[in-house]
């Protein structure tokens, strides 16, 4: 059985930092695209950040290029998002998935679309004060 677990999250000021992390297991993240998204309240969720595990590279939205950083630890199954410099409009739910689309040659194409998304994390709070 795959399982994503996110780790975390919490309430944290406006200019602080928090660090999540997207554990997987019964997968190897070497061959997926790995992304993080986030849905606020009365929101649709949203793709903020992407890598391809297998060469590192990453793919941001604006909102968070700059401030927000994706990366993976290939021995410990593991994908980071640093976020840095937080900001109210920050706060929500946020979400790592895995897709095997990360093997094709345009994937930033599809790395904020959910439909290209095979498996999906809980989700873990993200709040932050002003």
């Known amino acids: 059985e795959v399982q994503l677990v996110e780790s975390g999250g919490g309430l944290v000021q406006a200019g602080g930092s928090l660090k999540l992390s997207c554990a997987a297991s019964g997968l190897t993240f070497d061959n997926y695209a790995v992304g993080w998204f986030r849905q606020a309240p009365g929101k649709e969720r949203e793709g903020i950040a992407c890598i391809r595990v297998s060469d590192g590279r990453t793919y941001y939205e604006d909102s968070v290029e700059g401030r927000f950083t994706v990366s993976s630890d290939n021995a410990k199954n593991t994908v980071y998002l640093q976020m840095n410099s937080l900001k109210p409009e920050d706060t929500a739910v946020y979400y790592c998935?895995?897709?095997?689309?990360?093997?094709?040659?345009?994937?930033?194409?599809?790395?904020?679309?959910?439909?290209?998304?095979?498996?999906w994390g809980q989700g873990t709070q993200v709040t932050v004060s002003a």
């Open positions: 998935g895995a897709g095997v689309f990360g093997l094709l040659r345009l994937w930033v194409l599809s790395a904020f679309k959910i439909s290209e998304y095979d498996y």
